[in-house]
């Protein structure tokens, strides 16, 4: 089946430490617990395409984000692809 000898480079980090490294990135979050809470439903893996559109143009490795950007924009954009996503599954 699956390889087993398979080695992640990167360690896995709690959800505090998630949030204090999209702070470092630049992103606005208001309210810790919303935003831990978002990432335990949601994840910080599924979320992360959505920083894309909110990064500086220049910026090809995505790591700082516009200074206008908040968590909850980010997760806004998700719900909504999401319910969109449902909507033309729907009308199949």
Do not use: C, N, W
Request: proline residues 4%.
């Amino acid at each position: 089946m699956f390889p087993s000898k398979i080695k992640f480079t990167k360690p896995p980090i709690g959800f505090d430490e998630q949030i204090a490294l999209l702070e470092r990135r630049g992103i606005r979050i208001t309210d810790l617990e919303r935003a831990k809470q978002a990432l335990k439903v949601i994840g910080y893996y599924r979320l992360s395409g959505y920083f894309r559109y909110f990064t500086k143009p220049d910026d090809a490795a995505r790591e700082h984000l516009k200074s206008a950007a908040s968590f909850d924009d980010v997760v806004a954009l998700y719900v909504f692809e999401r319910r969109m996503r449902a909507l033309l599954m729907d009308a199949r």
